[in-house]
């Protein structure tokens, strides 16, 4: 199937009936949801395009009580669109062009050490005869101009060494960079959900006593969409990330988990996370939001809350869900409120 890294599908059309009638059985065995995801990964499976993929998949999949689409997806990353992001082709092409000129010059480099060596050689025997004065000055002068060639070769090398560490370097910035820019909300610059899920997963397994969660909504967010437009809607949700972007520290990961939802991660106590639940809610609500034409005063903006504690041994779901059920209530019992649960 052409390289280990790059998984194809270019079956003719009999071959690729084939691999999904092997593929459906495998899916329907363990309950697996017939979504394109999850069709791409049993299929390269069947395809056997991958065994490092097909190992994984069977492991993350192994009965048909382990479907979780979140495996899912961090495959279909890994192995689907990992591969296909430009960056990372870039980056790849960038890599063999630098291999390719360090390869020629250190073949150049050695040509010219080959050649320094055979005239040294040639040299030596010249001395070991009797020979006259004047041969061994030509010889003398031929060596100094190999030396200098050589030197010079030296120099060209070293310099296509620091050309390549530097792009490197560079590469390994715009890399760093764009890996920073897909944890990033675009619109309010603050982590989005893949941040969170990340940040979550290593939340409970690093210190799993103390982790609260927050999950907040703005509460009529569709009113404000329609009473003063969408572009309004998308500034509030800048100013809340804003807000909220203040609040990051070692203890405290916020992110925007959706929509007009944010989520905040707290390494504290129940009773720390309850006192920021509620200094975040009242400083939204204390917010003065401005049209920018008319600078005429939107209303007040406020945000339910639910907030709970994580217990030992549960999964990073079944955390968020009872936050999601605390902020239910809270929009329940009248919005504007944190509700633990
Ligand atoms: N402007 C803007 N609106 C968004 C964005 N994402 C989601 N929304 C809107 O957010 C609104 C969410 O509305 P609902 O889920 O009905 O809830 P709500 O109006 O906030 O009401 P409650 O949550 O019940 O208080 C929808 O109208 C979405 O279109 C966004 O990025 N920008």
Same mark, same amino acid.
């Given at each position: 199937?052409?390289?280990?890294?790059?998984?194809?599908?270019?079956?003719?059309?009999?071959? @690729?009936?084939?691999?999904?009638?092997?593929?459906?059985?495998?899916?329907?065995?363990?309950?697996?949801? +017939?979504?394109? =995801? !999850?069709?791409?990964?049993?299929?390269?499976?069947? *395809?056997?395009?991958?065994? /490092?993929?097909?190992?994984?998949?069977?492991?993350?999949?192994?009965?048909?009580?382990?479907?979780?689409?979140?495996?899912?997806?961090?495959?279909?990353?890994? =192995?689907? #669109?990992?591969?296909?992001? +430009?960056?990372?082709? *870039?980056?790849?092409?960038?890599?063999?062009?630098?291999?390719?000129?360090?390869? *020629?010059?250190?073949?150049?480099?050695?040509?010219?050490?080959?050649? =320094? %060596? $055979?005239?040294?050689?040639?040299?030596?025997?010249?001395?070991?005869?009797? #020979?006259?004065?004047?041969?061994?000055?030509?010889?003398?002068?031929?060596?100094?101009? /190999?030396?200098?060639?050589?030197?010079?070769? !030296?120099?060209?090398?070293?310099?296509?060494?620091?050309?390549?560490?530097? *792009?490197? &370097?560079?590469?390994?910035?715009?890399?760093? /960079?764009? /890996?920073?820019?897909?944890?990033?909300?675009?619109?309010?610059?603050?982590?989005?959900?893949?941040?969170?899920? &990340?940040?979550?997963?290593? $939340?409970?397994? @690093?210190?799993? &006593?103390?982790?609260?969660?927050?999950?907040?909504?703005?509460?009529?967010?569709?009113?404000?969409?329609?009473?003063?437009?969408? +572009?309004?809607?998308?500034?509030?949700?800048?100013?809340?990330?804003?807000?909220? %972007?203040?609040?990051?520290?070692?203890?405290?990961?916020?992110?925007?988990? %959706? %929509?007009?939802?944010?989520?905040?991660?707290?390494?504290?106590?129940?009773?720390?996370?309850?006192?920021?639940?509620?200094?975040?809610?009242?400083?939204? @609500?204390?917010?003065?939001?401005?049209?920018?034409?008319?600078?005429?005063?939107?209303?007040?903006?406020?945000?339910?809350?639910?907030?709970?504690?994580?217990? +030992?041994?549960?999964?990073? &779901?079944?955390?968020?869900?009872?936050?999601?059920?605390?902020? =239910?209530?809270?929009?329940?019992?009248?919005?504007?409120?944190?509700?633990? $649960?």
């Amino acid at each position: 199937m052409g390289n280990d890294d790059i998984i194809d599908f270019r079956e003719d059309l009999p071959t @690729a009936s084939n691999y999904l009638r092997m593929a459906v059985p495998l899916m329907v065995q363990r309950r697996i949801p +017939p979504t394109p =995801y !999850n069709y791409a990964l049993w299929y390269a499976h069947v *395809q056997n395009a991958h065994p /490092e993929l097909s190992r994984k998949l069977l492991a993350a999949f192994p009965d048909e009580d382990s479907y979780d689409p979140r495996k899912s997806e961090a495959l279909f990353l890994e =192995y689907f #669109v990992k591969h296909y992001l +430009p960056q990372s082709t *870039q980056a790849q092409e960038l890599i063999a062009t630098l291999v390719a000129q360090l390869a *020629q010059a250190v073949s150049r480099n050695l040509q010219g050490v080959h050649n =320094y %060596g $055979a005239s040294l050689r040639g040299a030596i025997e010249v001395f070991e005869q009797d #020979v006259d004065p004047h041969q061994i000055r030509a010889m003398v002068g031929k060596l100094l101009t /190999e030396t200098r060639d050589l030197e010079e070769l !030296n120099q060209v090398f070293a310099s296509k060494l620091k050309a390549a560490s530097d *792009q490197v &370097e560079q590469l390994k910035r715009e890399l760093a /960079e764009s /890996e920073r820019r897909a944890r990033i909300d675009p619109l309010t610059k603050i982590p989005n959900r893949r941040g969170f899920d &990340e940040a979550i997963a290593q $939340a409970l397994t @690093a210190d799993n &006593e103390t982790t609260c969660l927050l999950l907040l909504d703005i509460d009529y967010f569709k009113k404000l969409n329609d009473t003063y437009g969408h +572009p309004m809607g998308d500034r509030v949700l800048q100013i809340v990330g804003g807000v909220l %972007g203040k609040l990051q520290s070692d203890r405290i990961f916020i992110a925007r988990y %959706g %929509g007009e939802e944010f989520a905040v991660i707290v390494n504290d106590e129940l009773e720390a996370a309850h006192a920021l639940a509620e200094q975040i809610r009242c400083q939204i @609500a204390a917010l003065q939001i401005k049209r920018k034409s008319t600078h005429d005063t939107i209303g007040t903006i406020t945000v339910s809350i639910g907030l709970t504690r994580f217990r +030992p041994g549960e999964s990073a &779901e079944t955390f968020i869900e009872r936050a999601d059920t605390g902020l =239910y209530l809270a929009k329940q019992e009248g919005r504007n409120r944190v509700i633990i $649960a």
